[in-house]
C-alpha cells in the first residue's frame, strides 16, 4: 500500500508514519509537509533513509502540488494543519488557510483519483465542552452536537464537514477521527506537556492557565497512530462516512500535569506559575471512544503514568532535537519556555 501522509513532519504525523513503516515492511509512505515553525525534517531523519518513504516540501492548499503527492496513491491521511489553539485566538488566518482551504484542497483532488481511503485527523475540540445534548458534563460521543470555542477548533469542525460532504456527495471514501489530547515524542515545545518538561528540566516556572482545573483527555501518541491504522485497515462497509472518537479515558487537569512532570523531575511545586487564563477556555475534552473499540476491536495500551515517564525520559535523552527547534525557534516559543529577556 502506498499512503500519502500530510504534515508527516509534525508531532503526530511523524509518530504515525515511524509506526505504520515498522509494523508494515513492504507499506510506502508519501509525506508531503510545507514545514512550518511545527515541521521539523529532524522528526524523521531514521525514516527517510529508509528507502520507503518520500518527503515533498508543499502546501496542501496548492492543487498542483497535492496531485504530484497524491497520484500513485491508495489512502491518503490528512494530519496537516495549523494546530495551537492560542496561535489561532492571536491570529486565526492561517488556522482557516491551512485547516478549510487545505482540506478542500485534498479533498477535491482526491474525488479525481482511485483514493481507496481518506482518513481526515480532526480533533475532540470540535466539541467543545464535554457536555449531553441537555447539558450533561459526560465524555463526547460522535453524534454530539460540534459547538467549537477556539478559531482552531471552529477551522477544524469546518474541515470535518467539508470531508464529511464528499462522502455524502460523491462517495469519497472519507473517514472522519476526533482524538483527545496527544503526548508523546517529538512534539513541539510549545505544547502543554513538552512546554511542562522543558521548563521543568532547566527550572524555569511551568505556566498554568487560570486555576488549573481545566480538564483533558490524554493519550499517547503511539495509542493514536494504531487507532488510525485500524480505521485504515477496517472493511469500508463499516467505515467510510464515520466519524470515530479516539481516546484513552486518561483526564488530567493542567494541575495535575503539571505536578506529575515535577514530581517525576524531582522538582518543587514552587516551579508552578498560574497566568491569565485562556480566552473562551475549554473546561473539560473527553471522549466517548467506545465506536472504534466496537468497530475495529482497538484499545489504547498505553497508561498515562507509564507513558508520561518515557516522554520525560526521551525529551531527557534528545537535547540535540531539543537544540535545534531553540536555535530556530520564534518569540511565541520564546516567551512559552520563558526564555525571552
Ligand atoms: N496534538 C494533539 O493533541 C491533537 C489532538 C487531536 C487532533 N490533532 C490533529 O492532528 C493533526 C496533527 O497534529 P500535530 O499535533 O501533529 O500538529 P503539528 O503542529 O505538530 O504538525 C502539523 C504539521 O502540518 C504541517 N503543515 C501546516 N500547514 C501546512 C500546509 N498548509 N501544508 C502542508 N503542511 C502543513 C506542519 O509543517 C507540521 O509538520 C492536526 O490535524 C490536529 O488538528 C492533534
Not at 7 to 14: L, P, R, T
Not at 193 to 206: G, S, T
Not at 287 to 312: D, H, L, M
Amino acid at each position: 500500500m502506498r499512503i500519502l501522509v500530510t504534515g508527516g513532519a509534525g508531532f503526530i504525523g511523524s509518530n504515525f508514519v515511524r509506526v505504520l513503516l515498522m509494523d508494515y515492511p513492504t507499506y510506502e509512505v508519501v509525506i508531503l509537509d510545507k514545514l512550518t515553525y511545527a515541521g521539523n525534517l529532524n522528526n524523521l531523519s531514521s525514516l527517510l533513509s529508509s528507502g520507503r518513504c518520500t518527503f515533498i516540501r508543499g502546501d496542501i492548499c496548492d492543487p498542483r502540488i497535492v496531485r504530484r503527492a497524491m497520484e500513485g496513491c491508495d489512502a491518503v491521511i490528512n494530519f496537516a494543519a495549523e494546530t495551537h489553539v492560542d496561535r489561532s485566538i492571536i491570529g486565526p488566518d492561517a488556522f482557516i488557510k491551512t485547516n478549510i482551504e487545505g482540506t478542500y484542497t485534498l479533498l477535491e483532488v482526491a474525488r479525481t483519483l482511485p483514493i481507496k481511503r481518506f482518513i481526515h485527523i480532526s480533533t475532540d475540540e470540535v466539541y467543545g465542552n464535554a457536555l449531553s445534548p441537555t447539558g450533561e458534563s459526560r465524555p463526547s460521543l460522535e453524534t454530539d452536537p460540534q459547538r467549537p470555542m477556539s478559531p482552531y477548533a471552529a477551522s477544524k469542525a469546518a474541515a470535518d464537514n467539508l470531508a464529511y460532504s464528499y462522502w455524502a456527495t460523491y462517495g469519497l471514501p472519507v473517514v472522519i477521527t476526533r482524538c483527545g489530547n496527544n503526548y508523546g515524542p517529538y512534539q513541539y515545545p510549545e505544547k502543554q506537556l513538552p512546554l511542562f518538561i522543558l521548563n521543568a528540566l532547566e527550572e524555569r516556572p511551568l505556566p498554568v492557565y487560570g486555576d488549573g482545573q481545566n480538564v483533558r483527555d490524554w493519550i499517547h501518541v503511539y495509542d493514536h497512530a494504531n487507532a488510525i491504522i485500524s480505521l485504515l485497515h477496517q472493511d469500508g462497509s463499516h467505515v467510510h462516512g464515520e466519524i470515530f472518537n479516539i481516546g484513552a479515558s486518561e483526564e488530567r487537569s493542567i494541575l495535575h500535569n503539571a505536578g506529575a512532570v515535577l514530581d517525576h523531575l524531582e522538582k518543587p511545586r514552587t516551579l508552578i506559575r498560574f497566568v491569565a487564563d485562556r480566552q473562551g477556555h475549554v473546561m473539560r475534552h473527553a471522549v466517548n471512544a467506545s465506536k472504534i473499540k466496537r468497530v475495529c476491536g482497538w484499545q489504547p495500551r498505553i497508561p498515562f503514568a507509564e507513558g508520561i515517564a518515557y516522554t520525560i525520559e526521551w525529551y531527557e535523552k534528545n537535547p540535540i532535537w531539543i537544540a535545534h527547534i531553540r536555535a530556530r525557534s520564534n518569540e511565541f516559543l520564546q516567551t512559552a519556555l520563558n526564555l525571552a529577556a
